[in-house]
């Protein structure tokens, strides 16, 4: 299974704090994928990292992605209340297989 | 920039009834994937085509069948309906295996 495995399942942090999500996945990859959802909400795709990348930002977001480790780290800084979601890593061989999320919570 | 359209947002039906799902992918993209969201579950891959044919299929119930059509819209049948189906069902579309882009969903409740 390519299944992307997230830890810790649930965070809850102040607001302006750093949040770190991982997440490790078991076999070879195209890319890695980070997504967002709102409660009962949809998908909104954060941020892509390919499989020769290490490091990428966007915005507040920074990704990495340890290929030897199989695992992928997801960091939001400055954190708002606006962050309070749940996020998940997905993997993309042929077809995205979903972790089971980090349900984040931003406390004010 | 043009999205994955998803119809209907909001779907209720009766145990046994049937119900259909629409999907338009972004112009230009070949690939279409769905995807079932149970409440509180991850999303769970269902079904993909690649020029409207069939390219690999997930954890699909026998009673859930879908196609892709020539303008490469898609649509997912449910038939037989039963209280587990309700959930958000996302369509997905891609320009071969680069990256997937999501639609809003279609929220199913089955009553």
């Known amino acids: 299974s390519q299944q992307g495995e997230e830890d810790p399942q649930a965070l809850s942090i102040q607001e302006g704090e750093n949040a770190t999500m991982n997440c490790s996945y078991k076999t070879s990859i195209n890319n890695l994928q980070w997504y967002r959802q709102n409660s009962g909400r949809g998908l909104v795709h954060l941020i892509l990292i390919r499989s020769n990348e290490r490091e990428k930002h966007s915005g507040r977001l920074r990704v990495t992605l340890d290929t030897s480790k199989k695992s992928s780290s997801l960091l939001i800084t400055a954190s708002r209340a606006a962050d309070t979601a749940s996020y998940f890593c997905a993997t993309d061989h042929d077809k995205i297989i979903f972790g089971k999320g980090t349900r984040l919570h931003i406390l004010p | 920039a043009a999205g994955v359209i998803q119809s209907p947002r909001h779907l209720i039906k009766e145990k046994r009834e049937t119900a259909t799902l629409k999907c338009y992918p972004i112009?230009?993209?070949?690939?279409v994937y769905w995807y079932q969201q149970g409440p509180g579950q991850d999303p769970q891959f269902l079904i993909s085509?690649?020029?409207?044919?069939?390219?690999d299929k997930g954890s699909i119930p026998d009673r859930f069948s879908a196609q892709q059509f020539s303008d490469y819209h898609s649509e997912l049948n449910m038939s037989s309906l039963e209280l587990g189906d309700s959930a958000l069902y996302f369509c997905?579309?891609?320009?071969?295996?680069?990256?997937?882009?999501f639609g809003p969903g279609t929220r199913l409740t089955v009553l």
């Open positions: 997905a579309s891609s320009f071969g295996v680069h990256e997937q882009f």
């Open positions: 085509f690649y020029e409207k044919m069939q390219s």
């Open positions: 112009p230009r993209h070949d690939t």
